[in-house]
């Protein structure tokens, strides 16, 4: 009969926060006990643990044990908890010494004959447990090279629950973490397959260097996904900070790579234009799970027939492009997936997509197909534009853009990230002898508040790639030009 207590972390959407599981067997009918808020897959890890402890050699105990995790009045999800479940009742039982365990969080899910299998979540999990002050962090041997990323904690790995057993009896040794291999990145697509578009690559253009959101529309053909398609080569690599949010977004999804490594390429998402609302923001039962727009976090969100999308799923965009979360309520509890995404829309000019010569679909019909897109979405996109059938032309350099050093030490990493009350006042207010024509636009009804501060953003783009440390009238008339979705 004893009483111990190990630590594992608990998720919440890509937030992680320590778990202690305390373990107490008392003499009474055998039976195990879990308390804590667990869910239906936590609950079964009772049956798990049992089989593993006892295939692995060990007794299990013949007494009444309770187990329970704490925070109790947070719920808990997942199979991740298993393994400190194991070494808690293995260690209130007698069967091992508890002092070898202090100062380790476990995180790793138990098959029936005591292999530890991954988990999802394991990165942020991990994060999680160093900033709360732990030292060392048992994981599953696959989750081992990611759980690595992390800086600042120990990283010991197991294959099986017997491993950790005579580890923690001094029998044995915990694995390292395989090494990192060299990760190669092969070449994407690349902007000089582009013939013509002079707009189009313009347009591409800013909205690499200033992080904007892009609108393509124009006839079959044209060039608008494969103009999309190429943005993502026209990014920078993440730095460290926005790699970890990355890998840790699509550790939680369950989508990382086998090796481990963390993701230095701007994602790059084009879901289906039949994706539903829950595909496209998160869903699920539970706790939400991230879907698209946040594995397209740090990257390119894509979607190409836009129109075809149902406007409920189009609309739900509208929040998270102004803050770059998302928030999902759900019954057992609030999940927050950071989602700061490039949207990239493109949308032929009607239903029928039979090219300018041969359509044959009245004015009314167009404006129906293209109202689809509402008014509050389009109104959060900087470049608007729309594509003429190709010609051939010569093929443009690659952009280059002094914003990140104007902004640096601002928190601010691109132009279209600065608040617009920011470049109206201040030491950035523009003129009036340059700002005018906007007004003018403004005070017309053509701009709204947002789209004016839009352009703004847009222009400041268009200057750092003139090489001009401020905008002038003919950057202030182009960006005009690009929002308001002109082909000439």
């Known amino acids: 009969m004893g009483y111990a207590r190990v630590h594992a972390v608990g998720l919440t959407g890509v937030r992680g926060s320590l778990v202690e599981v305390e373990a107490d067997v008392r003499t009474g009918l055998p039976g195990l006990l879990l308390t804590g808020l667990p869910d239906t897959a936590l609950h079964q890890a009772r049956d798990r643990v049992r089989a593993a402890i006892v ?60 292999q530890v299998r991954p988990v999802r979540g394991t990165l942020p999990a991990v994060l999680a447990a160093a900033r709360a002050g732990v030292r060392r962090v048992v994981v599953p041997l696959a989750n081992a090279r990611e759980a690595a990323l992390v800086p600042g904690i120990l990283v010991k790995a197991v294959d099986n629950l017997g491993r950790l057993i005579a580890f923690a009896r001094g029998a044995g040794r915990l ?54 398609e190429r943005l993502p080569g026209l990014l920078p690599r993440l730095d460290d900070q926005a790699a970890l949010e990355v890998t840790a977004v699509h550790s939680v999804a369950g989508v ?18 039949t994706t ?48 770059g979360w998302v928030r999902l309520a759900r019954t057992r509890g609030t999940a927050e997936y950071p989602a700061r995404v490039q949207l990239v829309i493109a949308a032929n000019p009607c239903a029928c997509a039979s090219g300018v010569l041969v359509c044959d679909c009245s004015p009314l019909a167009r404006r129906r197909y293209l109202a689809r897109i509402s008014g509050p979405l389009l109104d959060r996109i900087d470049v608007q534009l729309t594509l003429r059938p190709v010609t051939p032309a010569q093929l443009m350099v690659d952009p280059t853009a002094a914003a990140t050093e104007r902004w640096s030490g601002t928190g601010w990493t691109a132009n279209s990230q600065v608040p617009g009350v920011d470049l109206r006042g201040g030491p950035w207010r523009l003129p009036t002898t ?46 005009i030009h690009l929002r308001l979705r002109s082909s000439t």
């Open 434 to 479: 340059v700002s005018q024509d906007l007004t003018r636009y403004l005070e017309l009804g053509l701009l709204s508040a947002r789209g004016f501060d839009r352009v703004l953003r847009v222009a400041w783009t268009l200057a750092d790639l003139g090489g001009r440390t401020r905008p002038d009238k003919g950057d202030i008339r182009e960006a």
């Open 276 to 323: 539903s609302p829950a595909a496209l923001v998160g869903g699920g039962s539970g706790l939400a799970r991230p879907g698209v727009l946040s594995l397209a976090h740090r990257g390119i969100l894509f979607l190409d027939e836009a129109p075809l999308l149902s406007g409920t799923a189009l609309d739900t965009l509208r929040q998270p492009l102004e803050s």
């Open 256 to 273: 990382l790579p086998p090796d481990g490594a963390l993701i230095r390429r701007p994602p790059f998402q084009a879901p289906h234009h």
């Open 55 to 114: 295939n692995c050699g060990e007794e299990w105990p013949s007494r009444y044990a309770v187990v329970n995790l704490l925070p109790a009045s947070q719920p808990k999800a997942g199979s991740g908890f298993d393994l400190a479940i194991a070494m808690a009742l293995l260690c209130a039982h007698g069967a091992l010494p508890a002092a070898v365990l202090a100062d380790t969080a476990f995180i790793g899910e138990l098959g029936l004959d005591g």
């Open 175 to 228: 694995l390292d973490p395989p090494r990192e291999r060299p990760v190669t990145f092969p070449p994407g697509p690349d902007l000089a397959d582009i013939a013509g578009q002079e707009d189009g690559r313009r347009g591409l253009e800013v909205a690499a260097a200033g992080g904007h959101h892009l609108a393509l529309f124009g006839p079959p053909g044209a060039g608008k996904t494969m103009l999309a």
